[in-house]
């Protein structure tokens, strides 16, 4: 049983396939986009517990693609991928409600705390807004 689900977003296909298959390895459950546009579109139609986001792609950048995930789906987490130029993009991610951001080439460990971590503050959120909607529910007259 996968342990969560993630979406993998990236225009490099080599590097997109072999984190796919490294995370499956660890009990996660993954779908993948080449870039932004695909990654909405599978967003709108599945929902992701994290998406791992590449800053840099043609068309839809990661920032665009992270702002309107966002939109459509707040209670993802998303983790940002950045290359060395583009450190600045990761922290402005977060700016726009990433989780956080990590530095391309990565060794799985450090990629999987961060997977890891993402997950449990959206668990933890839901649980949140479950246990209101609870509260809520009881507190009605019926």
């Known amino acids: 049983m996968a342990r969560y689900d993630v979406l993998v977003v990236d225009d490099e296909k080599d590097f997109r396939d072999i984190i796919v298959k490294k995370l499956e390895k660890r009990d996660l459950k993954c779908d993948s986009a080449p870039d932004g546009a695909t990654a909405l579109e599978m967003v709108k139609a599945k929902k992701y517990d ?10 839809m950048d990661g920032i ?7 939109k ?10 950045t290359g060395h130029a ?30 890891d971590a993402a997950y449990e503050r959206k668990r933890i959120q839901q649980d949140k807004i479950e246990m209101a909607q609870i509260k809520k529910d009881m507190a009605l007259p019926g």
């Open 50 to 59: 994290v998406v791992l986001l590449d800053v840099k792609m043609p068309g």
């Open 64 to 70: 665009e693609a992270l702002r309107e995930i966002k």
């Open 72 to 81: 459509i789906e707040p209670m993802v987490e998303v983790v940002m991928l």
């Open 86 to 115: 583009s450190v600045e993009s990761g922290i402005n991610g977060i700016k726009y409600g990433a989780f956080d951001y990590l530095m391309k080439p990565m060794d799985m460990d450090p990629l999987m705390e961060k997977l």
